[in-house]
């Protein structure tokens, strides 16, 4: 059975840091590339980064770039997301996805960052 279970959201001051993690099961993780992508309240499901199986390249939103890093640990069979320098626009659900020839999805995380 395919799971990808998000953690790490919830409420953060603009300016602050999070670190969302993304554990998966069920398939082969360290042959997927993971990404991270974000739906805001009355928007659609939008892109924020992706990494590729082993690691070495990663790819990012203009919108994220500089304040996110994603990251992976294949003995772990986890990917993460490091989100500093919040911003309001940052609040969404954030969901975890794992790519090659099949496609998964996690349950998503929400993240709110208010004052």
């Known amino acids: 059975q395919v799971q990808l279970v998000e953690s790490g959201g919830g409420l953060v001051q603009p300016g602050g840091s999070l670190r969302l993690s993304c554990v998966a099961s069920?398939?082969?993780?360290?042959?997927?590339?993971m990404s991270w992508y974000r739906q805001a309240p009355g928007k659609e499901r939008e892109f924020v980064a992706a990494?590729?199986?082993?690691?070495?390249?990663?790819n990012y939103a203009d919108s994220v770039k500089g304040r996110f890093t994603i990251s992976r640990d294949n003995a772990k069979n986890t990917v993460y997301l490091q989100m500093n320098s919040l911003e309001p626009e940052d609040t969404a659900v954030y969901y975890c996805?794992?790519?090659?020839?099949?496609?998964?999805w996690g349950q998503g995380t929400l993240v709110t960052v208010s004052s």
């Open positions: 990494i590729t199986s082993g690691g070495g390249t990663t």
């Open positions: 069920g398939f082969t993780f360290r042959t997927y590339a």
């Open positions: 996805n794992g790519k090659r020839y099949l496609e998964f």
